[in-house]
């Protein structure tokens, strides 16, 4: 087989020159015979299919990107290892000791807390709210986290839900550290599954599995509920419902959008100069990707409050649904692409399937009666 030709000119994207990314031997037929390049020139489910292959944008929604290579020559290999010595040998168990402290100090004070002042329970949810946001400043700590927050501290109100981009589970800690937040989360197995169901359940956060339909109605109704309560923690959601590697953002869901309420926009970037903050579920667990942050030298972050945002008179959900992702994308300099990032958890229907092929086939068949 011949080598694939080359085009000198760029590549459009949106209808990509098939023909050069194909050996030239599988294109040279007689003449007077259908000829591959009449399929390709008619064939739009083939023109979608190369495009796809080279323009992918919703795969690098959710790829890691590695760091450029530095410790390339004699020179600057010896300040590598040393800086591997650094943070695997003193960094990285002064973090394990920090940490560990840590959650002494917070859970001598939360059982004690969480158990004997059940009798005064607004006393009992302020000294659970510090002592939650002070678990999660120690686990900043661990990372040796440079976070800079711009804007007004959010308050507890009514009415109200706060919306962010999501690029990791480490989000919701570096905003807890500040307020303590009400989140909605995936039910997540192990350690963090524990977590969730005894202390962070004690912050009224609603979980969910996005295998079970039925949780749909249960949690739009315990998001109305929330939204009611005065006394309630500040409502924080990721309407991505997905981790997105910060360089983009994905549709948001309308749930937080439809609720009546004002959304407040928070948008989150992470400088990737010492780590990359993405949290790929598909290949790591989420210790795993704690591990890696601890061994970094830091985690460097800003996180921005936005200007609180209400429905305009004739917006739907949806449209200010994307309003609000247009402003965080902004703020945050991320590029915003039109893909739902549950696709990622699902595969194409076979309805979908089916009909793709049958409008291939119609096309050829076409092709053949006229030749």
Not at 38 to 44: E, F
Not at 199 to 219: A, H, P, Q, T, Y
């Amino acid at each position: 087989m011949s080598k694939l030709n080359t085009s000198s000119s760029e590549f459009d994207l949106d209808r990509p020159n098939i023909e050069d990314y194909l050996p030239s031997g599988s294109i040279q037929e007689p003449c007077g015979k259908l000829r591959l390049r009449d399929l390709l020139d008619i064939s739009p489910t083939l023109t979608e299919a190369a495009g796809a292959i080279i323009d992918d944008s919703f795969t690098r929604c959710f790829k890691s990107n590695p760091p450029e290579p530095w410790n390339w020559n004699v020179y600057l290999f010896p300040l590598w290892c040393l800086g591997v010595v650094v943070r695997y040998g003193f960094l990285f168990p002064l973090r394990v000791l920090v940490l560990t402290l840590g959650w002494i100090v917070f859970l001598s004070c939360y059982f004690p807390v969480h158990t004997l002042l059940k009798g005064n329970e607004k006393l009992r949810k302020k000294l659970e709210r510090g002592l939650v946001e002070l678990i999660c400043s120690f686990f900043v700590a661990s990372w040796t986290g440079v976070i800079k927050y711009h804007g007004p501290r959010p308050s507890m109100r009514p009415k109200q839900v706060f919306v962010a981009n999501h690029t990791s589970m480490i989000d919701f800690i570096v905003l807890e550290q500040m307020t303590a937040f009400a989140v909605i989360m995936q039910k997540h197995p192990g350690w963090v599954g524990l977590l969730q169901s005894t202390i962070l359940d004690s912050l009224g956060c609603i979980w969910f599995n996005r295998s079970e339909s039925k949780d749909r109605e249960i949690v739009a109704r315990k998001l109305r509920e929330h939204v009611e309560g005065a006394d309630n923690n500040p409502l924080l959601i990721f309407p991505e419902g997905t981790c997105v590697n910060n360089h983009y953002t994905v549709m948001f869901k309308k749930g937080a959008f439809e609720l009546g309420c004002t959304v407040c926009p928070i948008a989150i970037k992470y400088n990737k100069i010492f780590v990359d903050a993405f949290w790929n579920s598909r290949k790591q667990s989420f210790t795993t990707h704690l591990l890696q942050l601890m061994t970094s030298w830091a985690v460097v972050c800003d996180v921005w409050y936005l200007e609180p945002q209400n429905l305009k008179p004739g917006e739907t959900p949806i449209e200010f649904a994307e309003r609000v992702r247009d402003i965080i994308s902004v703020r945050a300099g991320l590029r915003k692409v039109p893909w739902d990032g549950y696709l990622k958890y699902s595969r194409p229907s076979p309805k979908h399937r089916e009909r793709k092929q049958q409008s291939f086939a119609e096309t050829v068949l076409l092709r053949l009666e006229e030749k």
